[in-house]
């Protein structure tokens, strides 16, 4: 079964141009590909990313093909509280989960890259999605304001 996934991207990075022009997944840092997992969530859990993850950011969204789902599904996961977890960048081959935040989805950098270019659809999130990531009514002004980067970043792409 097709799932979106969401992530919050820097609005000034080259990785936000890849997703949204060339439907390619892209973790990079300081203009290099980066080792650290490429974390994502999905709304159908109840973790949301704090507020300071969202500064300067654009909520993105995307959906796997079925190969990539099948990738992404059968990728081995390694629990972040688990003894054998030694950080980000040393599970390139796993998807790192968290108990405390479930939902959210570390790709490790090889898992990644077998997901490179296998998405279905991809898009900035609307004024609905931005509310239900922040936890918060369409109404009010943090989503609002992060409407504004929202269609700015679009407009830019």
Not at 21 to 33: D, H, I
């Amino acid at each position: 079964m097709a799932k979106n996934y969401f992530r919050w991207i820097k609005a000034d990075s080259a990785d936000l141009a890849a997703i949204i022009k060339k439907a390619k997944l892209q973790y990079t840092a300081g203009g290099r590909p980066s080792n650290k997992a490429f974390f994502v969530f999905e709304f159908t859990k109840a973790y949301r990313p704090s507020s300071s993850v969202v500064s300067g950011r654009v909520l993105v969204g995307f959906e796997l093909k079925p190969a990539g789902q099948r990738i992404l599904d059968a990728a081995p996961r390694i629990d972040f509280e688990d003894s054998s977890f030694r950080g980000e960048a040393r599970h390139p081959t796993k998807v790192i989960v968290k108990q405390n935040e479930q939902g959210a989805l570390g790709i490790g950098k090889d898992v990644l890259a077998q997901l490179r270019e296998k998405i279905e659809r991809r898009w900035i999130a609307n004024k609905k999605e931005v509310a239900k990531a922040l936890g918060l009514n369409e109404i009010e002004d943090q989503v609002t304001n992060q409407m504004k980067l929202q269609t700015k970043a679009e407009k830019s792409l």
